[in-house]
């Protein structure tokens, strides 16, 4: 009998001692200031468990900067942070154990194979081998990175790398993956192949939260969204509630500020000979 594999059945979210919580994830009064200038400006923002929640905002709007403190990787200078129930900076590695992370600038140990770095990841997070050997397989298999399992790292294409980190945000089953720009630089029949997996992973009571700036993909895939602009959060609630009878994209432009008119460039009308 042949054993399935994680793109034939569900994926199965980690256990957790906050199984009862309504919010998966809670942003309360979240600050970040970098020499004087306000990245994060008191920021509440509450993530629904089950839901695929997009985040979405102009460069520099505070997005990443928000997600680095979420996973950890920031420390904020005010606010609180809770993942089911537990306080991220109080209690680290605790909420460590729930989070999946994809961060926007990958770091990997790209001179491992992807096996060898999948491996890694799994007995990081204390799995035993076996169970990381199962479940590398079942990734490598989801993600279609058999051909390339056995190469090193630094040798794959820039949409393989993105697979291969997020195989691996993924292999100790968290509840929620938090997910800074995972489609750039993806192919469409990744991304497609990609979005399946993560949509069989909400479907089975996982959650994610993903940035993006593509307003299309965010309002076709998310059934929640937050409007980030600089540093705050000007609309936030399911996707039908912040698009408000409009196309997300022009709900984002009108709160980010309206569309500048592109004044004084007559000369660009008039082609050069």
Not at 13 to 28: F, H, K, N, P, Y
Not at 130 to 141: K, N, P
Not at 207 to 235: E, N, P, W, Y
Request: glycine content about 10%; proline content about 4%.
């Amino acid at each position: 009998m042949t054993r399935p594999t994680l793109a034939d059945e569900p994926f199965v979210a980690g256990e957790s001692d906050a199984d009862t919580d309504t919010d998966v994830l809670t942003i309360s009064g979240l600050v970040k200031r970098f020499e004087g200038t306000v990245a994060v400006d008191d920021i509440d923002l509450s993530v629904p468990a089950g839901s695929f929640y997009g985040i979405v905002g102009p460069n520099g709007a505070g997005k990443t900067t928000t997600l680095s403190m979420v996973t950890g990787l920031l420390r904020p200078d005010a606010g609180r942070i809770t993942v089911h129930g537990v306080d991220v900076w109080a209690e680290p590695d605790r909420a460590k154990r729930s989070i999946g992370v994809l961060p926007d600038q990958l770091r990997l140990f790209d001179r491992l194979t992807g096996a060898q770095l999948l491996f890694y990841s799994g007995t990081l997070r204390g799995l035993d081998s076996q169970v990381v050997r199962e479940r590398s397989r079942d990734l490598i298999a989801a993600f279609g990175l058999e051909d390339a399992a056995n190469r090193l790292v630094t040798d794959y294409s820039a949409g393989m790398t993105k697979k291969v980190a997020l195989a691996a945000a993924m292999i100790h089953s968290p509840r929620v993956l938090i997910l800074d720009e995972p489609f750039e630089s993806v192919d469409p029949v990744s991304a497609a192949n990609i979005i399946d997996i993560l949509q069989k992973y909400v479907a089975s009571g996982g959650t994610v939260v993903l940035s993006s700036h593509g307003m299309d993909f965010i309002q076709r895939v998310c059934d929640s969204v937050a409007i980030i602009v600089a540093g705050k959060v000007l609309a936030a609630g399911s996707m039908d509630e912040v698009r408000d009878g409009r196309s997300l994209e022009d709900r984002f432009v009108e709160l980010a500020g309206g569309r500048k008119a592109a004044e004084g460039m007559e000369w660009l009308h008039t082609f050069s000979d």
